[in-house]
């Protein structure tokens, strides 16, 4: 079982429409949760970090933590073409996992108009 | 505010030679972590470092190295290079290292061994 899986791509929704991006992790320790955008040909950007159980919104983005489930998720509300991008899950451990995040193998979306 | 500075942008190396690759960090972030992303294995995890120390390893060949310098800024060396080096490179900043604030990422070094 891979420790941070992101659920299958590619994900193509309409414009407009919400896209759902979800993520399990196997480590039920772990304390940070992130979600990052990368654009092809450029790094990782940051979206949205959790850290409680529930909902964390930041304009279009709301991310949901349910650590009981061990399950953490994006949602992108009024999806734009912009939007179009490979969303990556990233999990930090704790402990002495200094500047460790595991990554998910990302979902790639496409927002077509 | 300055963010994450990685040099170079793109390096071609033959194989059984070494490289560089420096990192400076966003001002006041402590923390470096580097990792190594390529289109089988994703983004992996190689080391962090904090003050001047390395506080945490990755599974990679000791041919991985790195070191960081009292300003935080940190660099990277690959020894001996093969083929399946070929990745991009991404060094992250953050103030602690411990999960708090996020990671921010520099634009990267994208290295092709040939």
């Known amino acids: 079982q891979k420790e941070v899986e992101q659920n299958s791509g590619p994900l193509s929704v309409p414009e407009g429409a919400i896209a759902s991006l979800n993520c399990t992790y196997s480590?039920?320790?772990?304390?940070?949760f992130f979600w990052y955008r990368q654009y092809s040909g450029k790094s990782p950007e940051l979206i949205m970090f959790?850290?409680?159980?529930g909902d964390k919104e930041d304009g279009r983005f709301t991310a949901q933590l349910n650590k009981a489930s061990q399950y953490v998720s994006l949602l992108i509300r009024d999806s734009q073409p912009s939007d179009s991008a490979t969303y990556l899950c990233?999990?930090?451990?704790?402990?002495?996992?200094?500047?460790?995040?595991?990554f998910g193998q990302g979902t790639i979306l496409t927002v077509h108009p | 505010k300055a963010g994450v500075t990685q040099t170079p942008r793109y390096l071609i190396k033959t194989r059984g030679q070494q490289v560089t690759l420096s990192c400076s960090p966003i001002?006041?972030?402590?923390?470096v972590s580097w990792y190594q992303q390529t289109p089988g294995q994703g983004l992996q995890f190689l080391f962090e470092?904090?003050?001047?120390?390395?506080?945490n390893k990755g599974n990679f060949p000791g041919r991985f190295s790195g070191r960081q310098f009292s300003n935080s800024r940190s660099e990277m060396n690959v020894s001996t290079l093969e083929l399946g080096d070929s990745a991009l490179y991404l060094c992250?900043?953050?103030?602690?290292?411990?999960?708090?604030?996020?990671?921010?990422f520099g634009s990267g070094t994208r290295l092709t061994v040939v």
């Open positions: 992250a900043s953050s103030l602690e290292g411990t999960g708090g604030n996020g990671y921010t």
């Open positions: 480590d039920r320790g772990s304390q940070s």
């Open positions: 959790i850290y409680s159980n």
């Open positions: 990233a999990v930090y451990a704790g402990g002495t996992s200094y500047g460790k995040l595991t």
């Open positions: 001002s006041g972030h402590r923390s």
């Open positions: 470092y904090f003050s001047e120390t390395q506080r």
